[in-house]
């Protein structure tokens, strides 16, 4: 590898450009404004997991409520309080706190910032394929198969 492509060993994460747009379409878009993500693992060069450092601000929504099919997914409290809400019902998440969702388990999730100040999360996902997304609150189904498709469950369009 030439050391123009390669990736660095370390960083400071504030270096990486936060990301704030989504895939939702425009109904669900403004459920997840004010979410900034960095993505860590991409700025490594990794291939078999993502890691992002995720900012919410109050009010924000880290995603429609969902569950995957192939991913695992992990993730770990830095700063602030956050309110993961699963099938089981809500439940706070301070600080030093995480939640893990195994690949194929039909729990729906998400966190939700209903504090005042904002909260700092990693998030960690792999990347396998053929993954899809199931949101059991909304009409939106999403697969990843090299790129992501976005449609009503029944298939048709936004």
């Known amino acids: 590898m030439s050391k123009s492509a390669a990736k660095p060993a370390a960083l400071d994460p504030r270096t990486v450009e ?7 379409p425009d109904p669900f878009k403004p ?3 004010g979410r900034e993500k960095r993505a860590l693992g991409n700025a490594f060069g990794l291939v078999n997991f993502g890691v992002n450092l995720v900012k ?13 099919t192939q991913q695992d997914e992990f993730v ?8 993961l809400v699963t099938d089981a019902g809500p439940e706070i998440l301070k600080p030093g706190m995480c ?6 388990a039909p729990n729906g999730h998400h966190l939700v910032n209903n504090s005042g100040k904002a909260a700092v999360y990693l998030e960690v996902g792999d990347r396998s394929p053929g993954d899809a997304a199931a949101y059991p609150d909304d009409d939106l189904s999403v697969t990843a198969v090299g790129t992501y498709k976005v449609s009503k469950k029944d298939g048709s369009p936004y």
């Not at 919410?56 to 995957?68: C, I, M």
């Open 18 to 24: 936060p990301r704030r747009g989504t895939i939702y």
């Open 31 to 33: 459920r997840v404004a």
């Open 56 to 68: 919410l601000e109050p009010g924000a929504q880290s995603a429609l409520r969902h569950w995957h």
């Open 76 to 83: 770990w409290i830095l700063e602030g309080e956050l309110t």
């Open 99 to 104: 939640a893990g969702f195994p690949k194929g």
